[in-house]
C-alpha cells in the first residue's frame, strides 16, 4: 500500500503529483492491481457493445448530451417544477460547502444521527462523510467498495471501483482488523459479513443519501445505477431520501435515459445493463407501505456554470461519469487514482479537476497524459479530451491574450524564459532570411549545444544538429 | 441573491452566446420485430448470463414449480401481496395444499414489522410489468400492494412474468407503455440477483439485496 493512499482529500496536495506518480510506478501490489483490472475492464467493454453501431450511438449519446446543455437552464427550471409536484424538495448549492450544510440542515431539521449512503461521486466532490462526522452525523458508506475505501480512511482511486486498488488479501486483512471477520480470501464469506453489518446500518439510519445519474425534466424523475442493490436500500429504507447530484445531470425527456443507459454500463463494466435500474419520481404516497416520506434533492453547481460558459471546455460537462476514459488510460493504468490526488481520477479528472481546484493546484493534471488519444476514442458521449487537455495546458501558460481567463489559476505555469525561447522561435520562422542565418549558425557551431535540455531530456538524449542544414543539401542536390 | 438565482442567472447569461440543440435520432436503437419465442430465447440467455434462473411454466402449472423450487431451497416463509392475482392465487391454493411455505402478506407499513422483514423473510414473489429481451430485464413498477422492499429484502426474489409481455428493448418498452405520461414513485428493472465485483473484481451474490432472482414465466 502507498503511503499516500492513506491521506483523506483535505491533506491531499494535488501539486504533487509527481512523487506520487513515483512511489505508485515503484509499487509492485499497485501496478499489477490496476493492470489486472483495467485489462479485465477493456475487454468486456469491448464485447458488450458487439453487435452494435457503436459510433453511431455515441454520436446519439453526445448529441442527448449537447441538447440538454443548450438548454441546461431552461431544463433546470422544468426539473425543479416537475420535481416538486411529485413532492421532491429541490435545493440549490453554489458549491461543496453549501450543498454540505443543505444535507446538515435537513438532517438537523429531523433529528438524524446516522445516515447511510449510496455511492456518490458529487458526495466524494462535497467532501461529505468528513463535514457530517465533524457535525456529529455518522455516515456511512454502503456500497461495498466505498465501504471497504472508508475503513481504510481512504479516497475512491476509481469513479466505479473504489477499491480496485486493493487487492483480495489486502481487504481481508482490512475487515479482519476493522469489523473483526475472519481473515478469509473467500470473497463470498467477505460479502456476506458485509452484508450483515450493513444490513443493521439501513434499519437504523435516519438518512439514506445518494447520488443520481440522470435526472429526467420531462417527468420528474431520478435515475440510478448499480449492482449490489444498497443503491435501492439507501432510497428506500430510511425515511428520508436525499440525492445530491451536479446541476449538469439533468436530461429532457425520460427516452433519453435509455440510449445513455445503454452507454453507460457497457461502457463502464461491459454489462449490458447492470443488476439494477432505480428511478424515482416522488417520496412515499399516503396509502404506500415502504419507501421515504421525504424526498430532497440538492442541485450542486461546483465550478460547473463557470465551465459552461466557455465553447469548448463546456464539452467537460457531457461526462456521464463511465469511468471508461480511465480504465483504458495508459497513464491511470500505471499510477492508479490516487497518485492525482483529486476526487475524480483519471482523464475526466484531467479535465474537470483543474476547474475545481484551478490551475495553479491542478497545474500537473493536463500533463500528466501523453495525448494518445485512447480516452477521447472510447469516451461514450465523444467528449474531445485530448483538445480539451491541450487547451488547457495553454490555458495553464497563457498570459491573458488568447483566451480571457475562463480557469482559475489561469496562466500559473507560465515561465517568462520559456514564454521568451518561443517568442524567438516564431521570430525566427517569421523571416526566412534569419531562419537561414540561424540554422547555418547551429550547424557551424553546433559543438557548443547543449546534452541536456532539463525535463525533456531525462529520460530521451538530447537530439544534436545535423551538420549541414537541410538548405544546404537541397541545394548541393539541385545543382 | 440565492445561489438558485444566482446559478440559473451565469447560465442564462453564458459568454459563449446562444448554444444550439443537436437532434436526437434514437433509430440506433432499433431491432428487428422478433416474435414471441425469440425474445424469450433471448430474455432467458441474456438473464440467465448473469445468473437469473428462469423457469418456463403455465397459467396452471407455475404454483407447483414454485412449490418446488422453494421447497429444493428450504424456504420456510413467502412473502406475498394481497390484492394481486398472484397473492390471491397462492393463498387459496395453501388452503389444500401442504408444499407451499408459510405466506406472509405484506399488508403493514414497514415500520411495524421492518426486524421481520429483514430477518425471518426467505423469499417474496411479485409480478411484472413485463420484460425486456435484449438486456434480460424485468420491469416492476411497486405499488400500494407490492411495496418496493418485497423484491429487495427477502433472499429469494420470485418474479412472474408473461412471456406475451416480452418487449425488445427498453426503449420499446418505455415507448409502447407510455412511460412518460406518468411515472410512478418508484419503477425498477432488474437485471439478475444482488451482485458485486468490489473485491479484486471476482463476483459475489446478493450483496445487499436478493441472492437469487427467479423468474417464472407464463407461457
Ligand atoms: S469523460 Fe467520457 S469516458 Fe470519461 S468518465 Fe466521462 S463519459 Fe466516461
Redesign the interface.
Known amino acids: 500500500m502507498s503511503e499516500t493512499a492513506q491521506q483523506s482529500p483535505h491533506h491531499i496536495d494535488v501539486k504533487e503529483f509527481h512523487p506520487r506518480a513515483r512511489a505508485a510506478i515503484h509499487n509492485p501490489q499497485i501496478r499489477q492491481?490496476f493492470r489486472?483490472?483495467m485489462d479485465?475492464l477493456m475487454t468486456k467493454r469491448k464485447s458488450a457493445f458487439e453487435g452494435?453501431?457503436l459510433e453511431?450511438?455515441r454520436d446519439?449519446g453526445a448529441?442527448?448530451r449537447?441538447?440538454a446543455?443548450?438548454?441546461?437552464?431552461d431544463l433546470?427550471?422544468q426539473l425543479e417544477q416537475k420535481l416538486t409536484e411529485n413532492g421532491i424538495t429541490v435545493h440549490?448549492?453554489?458549491d461543496g460547502d453549501?450543498a454540505c450544510e443543505i444535507v446538515r440542515d435537513i438532517c438537523v431539521a429531523r433529528n438524524a444521527s446516522s445516515v447511510i449512503k449510496g455511492k456518490s461521486m458529487v458526495s466524494e466532490e462535497m467532501e461529505l462523510n468528513h463535514y457530517l462526522e465533524e457535525q456529529g452525523i455518522e455516515a456511512l458508506e454502503?456500497?461495498?467498495?466505498e465501504y471497504?475505501v472508508q475503513l481504510a480512511e481512504e479516497t475512491p482511486s476509481h469513479i466505479i471501483?473504489?477499491?480496485?486498488h486493493?487487492?483480495?488479501e489486502e481487504?481481508s486483512q482490512l475487515l479482519h482488523d476493522k469489523t473483526g471477520t475472519d481473515l478469509s480470501h473467500d470473497?463470498?464469506y467477505?460479502?456476506?459479513n458485509?452484508?450483515l453489518q450493513?444490513?443493521e446500518k439501513?434499519?437504523n439510519a435516519d438518512v439514506g443519501v445518494s447520488g443520481v445519474n440522470f435526472a429526467v425534466a420531462?417527468?420528474?424523475?431520478l435515475c440510478l445505477v448499480e449492482?449490489?442493490?444498497?443503491g435501492?436500500?439507501t432510497t428506500?429504507?430510511p425515511l428520508c431520501h436525499i440525492a445530491v447530484t451536479g446541476?449538469e445531470k439533468v436530461v429532457p425527456?425520460?427516452?433519453?435515459v435509455?440510449?445513455l443507459?445503454?452507454l453507460l454500463t457497457r461502457s463502464a463494466?461491459g454489462?449490458?445493463?447492470?443488476?439494477?435500474?432505480?428511478?424515482?419520481?416522488?417520496?412515499?404516497?399516503a396509502?404506500?407501505?415502504?419507501?421515504p416520506e421525504e424526498v430532497h434533492l440538492v442541485?450542486v453547481?461546483n465550478g460547473r456554470?463557470?465551465i459552461?460558459?466557455?465553447?469548448e471546455l463546456?464539452d467537460t460537462l457531457r461526462c456521464i461519469r463511465c469511468g471508461a476514459c480511465m480504465n483504458h488510460c495508459p497513464v491511470y493504468t500505471r499510477v492508479g487514482g490516487h497518485a492525482y490526488g483529486t476526487t475524480y481520477p483519471g482523464p475526466i479528472g484531467k479535465i474537470l479537476m483543474p476547474h475545481m481546484v484551478g490551475l495553479d493546484e491542478g497545474r500537473h493534471l493536463p500533463t500528466a497524459s501523453s495525448l494518445c488519444g485512447a480516452c477521447g476514442e472510447v469516451c461514450p458521449v465523444k467528449i474531445p479530451i485530448p483538445d480539451l487537455l491541450v487547451r488547457l495546458r495553454q490555458e495553464s501558460v497563457d498570459g491573458d491574450k488568447l483566451h480571457p481567463a475562463k480557469v482559475r489559476g489561469h496562466g500559473a505555469k507560465r515561465s517568462s524564459m520559456e514564454a521568451m525561447i518561443w517568442k524567438g522561435w516564431s521570430w525566427m520562422h517569421a523571416r526566412p532570411g534569419m531562419y537561414r542565418m540561424g540554422t547555418s549558425l547551429g550547424a557551424r557551431f553546433r559543438k557548443l549545444q547543449p546534452g541536456k535540455f532539463g525535463g525533456w531530456t531525462r529520460y530521451r538524449t538530447a537530439p544534436k544538429l545535423a551538420a549541414r542544414t537541410l538548405h544546404e543539401r537541397m541545394k548541393e542536390r539541385s545543382q | 441573491m440565492s445561489s438558485r438565482d444566482a446559478i440559473l442567472q451565469r447560465l442564462r447569461h453564458r459568454t459563449g452566446g446562444e448554444l444550439t440543440a443537436p437532434e436526437c435520432d434514437f433509430s440506433v436503437l432499433n431491432r428487428p420485430e422478433w416474435s414471441t419465442a425469440e425474445k424469450l430465447d433471448m430474455f432467458e440467455r441474456t438473464i440467465e448470463s448473469v445468473h437469473g434462473e428462469v423457469h418456463r411454466t403455465t397459467e396452471s402449472g407455475w404454483i407447483d414449480r414454485l412449490a418446488e423450487i422453494l421447497q429444493t431451497r428450504g424456504a420456510g416463509t413467502l412473502l406475498i401481496a394481497k390484492e394481486h392475482e398472484i397473492g390471491k392465487a397462492l393463498q387459496s391454493a395453501t388452503k389444500s395444499r401442504e408444499d407451499l411455505p408459510q405466506l406472509l402478506i405484506y399488508d403493514e407499513p414497514v415500520e411495524s414489522w421492518q426486524e421481520a422483514l429483514f430477518s425471518e423473510v426467505d423469499a417474496g414473489i411479485t409480478s411484472t410489468r413485463g420484460g425486456i429481451a435484449e438486456t434480460g430485464s424485468l420491469i416492476l413498477w411497486p405499488s400500494v400492494d407490492e411495496p418496493r422492499l418485497m423484491s429487495l429484502v427477502p433472499p429469494i426474489h420470485i418474479a412472474v412474468l408473461k412471456a406475451s409481455e416480452l418487449y425488445t428493448t427498453f426503449h420499446h418498452a418505455m415507448q409502447s407503455q407510455n412511460w412518460a405520461a406518468g411515472m410512478p414513485t418508484n419503477a425498477l428493472l432488474i437485471s439478475g440477483p444482488s451482485k458485486t465485483a468490489d473485491i479484486e473484481q471476482t463476483l459475489a451474490y446478493g450483496v445487499h439485496g436478493p441472492k437469487e432472482l427467479i423468474v417464472l414465466v407464463i407461457e
Open positions: 492491481n489486472k483490472a479485465g452494435w453501431d453511431t450511438l446519439l448529441n442527448i449537447l441538447r446543455l443548450a438548454n441546461l437552464p433546470l427550471e440549490w448549492a453554489a453549501e454502503s456500497d461495498l467498495g471497504i471501483m473504489p477499491a480496485i486493493k487487492n483480495t481487504i470473497v463470498e467477505l460479502t456476506a458485509a452484508r450493513l444490513r439501513f434499519m420531462e417527468t420528474g424523475t449492482n449490489e442493490g444498497n435501492r436500500m428506500t429504507v446541476i425527456n425520460l427516452e433519453d435509455t440510449a443507459l445503454a463494466t454489462q449490458h445493463i447492470t443488476t439494477y435500474f432505480n428511478m424515482i419520481s416522488g417520496p412515499r404516497k396509502d404506500e407501505l415502504d419507501g442541485l453547481d456554470s463557470t459552461y460558459q466557455d465553447d463546456l
